[in-house]
């Protein structure tokens, strides 16, 4: 299945629940100066799109795969060299809400994890890890099929933006330990300078103009 622009944007450091399972999406991965770091996932009003019956068999499932630690976000970070430091129910009654927090003992696990493939096996993200003195930086090269790659028909209007955000809020923030942002692309930094968050508009914009490959980066100095 072909994923939107703004689905690959997303998918950098974000995970996505498989099935018709929809929620909103807060993820957070705080980096040391060594590449190390911590990953939060926050996910509210967690549901699904079918009705009925189906519907409650789908989060029945959902629900015993999160007790069982055998849900896609645990495999993806136990595949990566990942620890799962506490995964716990805020509501377990539908809609749910809960919380996964992890860590990544070095920056080869961080660069796994926001490392992957397309079907065929090629790249689609690659993450690297940076260390140039005080300097850290974190990159992403993507590279999505050429057929993806299509100009709107139309500008965007406000509704359509206004339902998206309705139907699900998805955000991804980085934030570094120690020191202050310097440089970004694809990200829009916070005013003090410790964070980011991931800019689908600008992504999708990058995407276009490099005719579906772009590298995306966030760039920091380190303080004692």
């Known amino acids: ?39 939060v996932l926050f996910r509210s009003n967690l549901r699904s799109t079918e009705k009925g019956a189906k519907a409650e068999k789908e989060l029945a499932d959902y629900k015993a795969k999160f007790d069982a630690r055998a849900e896609d976000e645990f495999v993806r970070i136990r595949d990566c060299g990942g620890k799962i430091v506490q995964a716990t129910w805020v509501r377990s009654e539908a809609p749910f809400s809960n919380v996964i927090h992890a860590q990544f003992p070095d920056a080869s696990a961080l660069e796994k994890f926001g490392s992957t ?6 790249p689609l993200i690659t993450t690297q890890f940076h260390r140039d003195g005080a300097r850290r930086k974190l990159t992403a090269r993507i590279t ?3 057929d993806s790659i299509k100009e709107p028909a139309e500008p965007p209007v406000k509704e359509p933006l206004k339902q998206g955000f309705a139907n699900g809020i998805s955000a991804t923030r980085i934030a570094i330990v ?47």
């Open 1 to 39: 299945m072909k994923r939107s622009l703004r689905m690959l944007a997303v998918l950098i450091a974000a995970a996505f629940l498989g099935g018709c399972i929809v929620s909103d999406q807060l993820t957070t991965l705080t980096i040391h100066s060594d590449g190390s770091a911590d990953y």
């Open 178 to 224: 120690s020191g202050s942002i310097v440089a970004e692309r694809g990200f829009t930094v916070a005013s003090d300078k410790q964070s980011a968050l991931l800019d689908g508009d600008e992504i999708e914009q990058l995407l276009r103009k490099g005719n579906g490959t772009m590298e995306l980066f966030l760039e920091w100095e380190v303080t004692p």
């Open 144 to 146: 999505v099929p050429s």
């Open 117 to 122: 493939k397309n079907e065929d096996g090629s």
